[in-house]
């Protein structure tokens, strides 16, 4: 019986709260990144796709 | 406004609760009376006598209808009357809505809503539920809170260090990190942390047998309302999984909740227990039995006492969201837009509880 696998394509958005810090570090399904130490704040920004989002060049998935 | 999604299934009562007996639940706000026939179909009805209002539940069934205790109405399994006291003509409106039911996965599903919209294939699995490979402990807690409070209670798992510490908390969860990621298109979330090492909590070292420290993972899976599940990974520490995505050595535990809004202050707080290990042991179903109805029944205490709280707080008051809030920050947000999209459907409809 295997765990649950990460999910499926489409509209993703992944926040890793980073080890040690305060800091959550969030991924938009463009490609955007952004860190914040507010959860709050960090979700407005991921929902405010695509304003203020600027995906990497070579649009690197997250 | 309400605060309730509708058009969506929820979980009513467990298979087994549902029999020859009538069954009353109130869910959304309205209430079902609930049977099977006498093939062992579930049926679910509006608890309400068309004539004046009785609960059908305080009647009796007679075959696969239900007469009901005041006058005799008398309704078929699709809700419609087929027998009135003391006349042969049946009014055409004489009718109680019925409402979509599917068993699955030991659950019975009820459909809140408009039925033309009600899609089986929408019902989310927890398959080892109703699976010989796996031994399920199970039950329901009523809960006098509203529904939103089991969800952020549910989403956040570090308050098993506080709340549920000696049972299933250990001084670990609480300083796991976690990654959270929102599956807009499907409506999922996941949140997980994985632990490479850590206490064994006297919950799985009992029922396990393992001595030392483990690996263990946690898996949330949340479907937006109702289904909750958490997929439990308890291992020795440093045994993983094997490469073809086998996993002998590791111990699962699948942990389900049905979180079924009554009214808008109390809830139905369905809660199972399903493992793939010790199948036949009854000394560690009776442990894991007690062990989460404890563990549920802290949840129910800190809820209740929450939402009396709650409802009495000023409007407008404020809370403070920290790091371990990110989940359940998403369950909100996706319920938020859930209940929005269904107030917009429902104001385009003209009633509620239409007869079908």
Known sequence: MTSAGPPGGGAVYRIDWTPGTDVLDGACHCG???LSEDPVELWEWLL???EGHHPPAGGEGA | ????????WYVAAYAREVGRDLLARTILGEPLVLYRTTEGEPVALADRCVHRRYPLSESRLEGDTIVCGYHGFTYDKGGACVFVPGQTRIPRTARVASYPVVEQDSFIWVW???????DP????RAPWLDDSRYTVVCGMEPLAARYQLLVDNLMDLSHETYLHGGYIGTPEVADTPITTEVDEENAVIHVSRHMADAECPPFYAKSTGIQGRITRWQDIEYHPPC?????SRIAPV????NEDGTDPNGFHVEIVYAITPETENTTLDFWAVARDFALDDEEVTAFLAES???VVMQDVVALDLLEKVIANEPEGYQELSINIDTGALAARRILKRMVAESSAAASVRSSQAVPS
């Open chain 1, 32 to 34: 955007a990144r952004h």
């Open chain 1, 48 to 50: 405010a796709h695509p």
């Open chain 2, 1 to 8: 406004m309400t605060a309730f999604v509708r058009n969506q």
């Open chain 2, 112 to 118: 809140i809503g408009d039925r033309d919209l009600a």
């Open chain 2, 121 to 124: 294939a929408l019902i989310p």
């Open chain 2, 227 to 231: 289904l909750y599940l958490l997929h």
């Open chain 2, 238 to 241: 440093g045994v993983l999984p």
């Open chain 2, 292 to 294: 989460n109805r404890t």
